[in-house]
């Protein structure tokens, strides 16, 4: 199974960023200093938003490409009205492949958002 960790500064504004951009809950656990956010089980993704040492933001880390189907620009405009920026607008990687964007959050993490239209 993968898994994915994203670093976050201001727990709350992240977390209210995810909720709002992709529609859905984050369950909260604090274990010990670091605070984490999980996707829930059903997004068909297993990661969390983790606040805590060692944890910081970088455009420059690994990406992270999310699930935004049917259609990913509903997910830009989202972000967008949340604080976040694009750094690539959609565009398409082939028909068979589908659409890209990138796009950085609230905290200043690069992400890719893909959807096959």
Do not use: W
């Not at 656990?29 to 984490?36: A, D, F, R």
Request: proline letters at 8%.
């Amino acid at each position: 199974m993968s898994r994915f960790e994203i670093p976050v500064v201001h727990f709350g504004r992240a977390k209210g960023f995810y909720e709002y951009v992709f529609q859905m809950h984050l369950q909260v656990s604090v274990l010990g200093e670091y605070t984490m956010g999980f996707f829930p089980p059903d997004s068909g993704v297993s990661g969390a938003l983790v606040m805590g040492e060692g944890y910081k933001p970088s455009v420059y880390g690994p990406r992270i490409y999310l699930n935004c189907n049917p259609d990913l620009q509903p997910f830009v405009g989202r972000a967008l009205e949340m604080g976040g920026k694009i750094i690539v607008p959609k565009m398409q990687i082939s028909p068979e492949v589908g659409f890209v964007a990138f796009v950085l959050d609230s905290e200043g993490n690069a992400l890719g958002f893909h959807s096959l239209s």
